[in-house]
């Protein structure tokens, strides 16, 4: 995987690090709380400088995400197949894409501090790190009318 941009912020090293630790839930047996370890333990940055090309993410808001989309899992795939064109069912989607979409629901939904259009376009940078075409527009397309439905804007 390579970046879009030279380096993450804390926030957008977390939320990469939560599609990632979502997508490994799904293609596993382990338990979330063995994964979201492994993860801070062992794949974040340590303290040594240049170790990684983005920056320590922020633990907590790693933690939120986790447990948060898998606590709201139900409720958040429904919206999100609810929102996808007709036809189009979650199992269609490519793994790392529900995850994705499972955690930008879940902060548009959950975590009212964050505005909406930080939190879009966060999903649409992580998008381009994982798909090199066109999917960046459908994650904005189904993310703009999921915000809409779930936050006053």
């Known amino acids: 995987m390579t970046s879009s941009k030279s380096s993450f912020s804390p926030r957008r090293s977390a939320r990469l690090a939560a599609v990632q ?13 063995k994964i979201v370890a492994e993860f801070i333990t062992y794949r974040f940055p340590n ?9 320590k993410p922020d633990v907590e808001l790693f933690k939120s995400l986790t447990n948060g989309v898998t606590g709201n899992l139900k409720e958040i795939d429904e919206l999100i197949e609810s929102n996808l064109m007709q036809n189009w069912r979650l199992e269609r989607l490519p793994n790392v894409m529900l995850n994705l ?3 930008a629901c879940f902060e548009l939904k959950y975590e009212s501090l964050v505005p909406t259009p930080v ?6 940078e992580i998008t381009k790190d994982f798909f090199p075409d066109t999917e960046s527009s459908f994650v904005n397309g189904i993310l703009d009318v999921i915000s809409k439905k779930v936050r006053e804007i």
């Open 21 to 33: 630790a979502l997508y490994q839930l799904d293609q596993s047996q382990d338990q979330l709380n």
């Open 47 to 55: 303290k040594r400088e240049g170790d990684f090309h983005y920056f």
């Open 101 to 103: 979409l499972r955690a």
């Open 119 to 124: 939190i879009i376009n966060e999903y649409i």
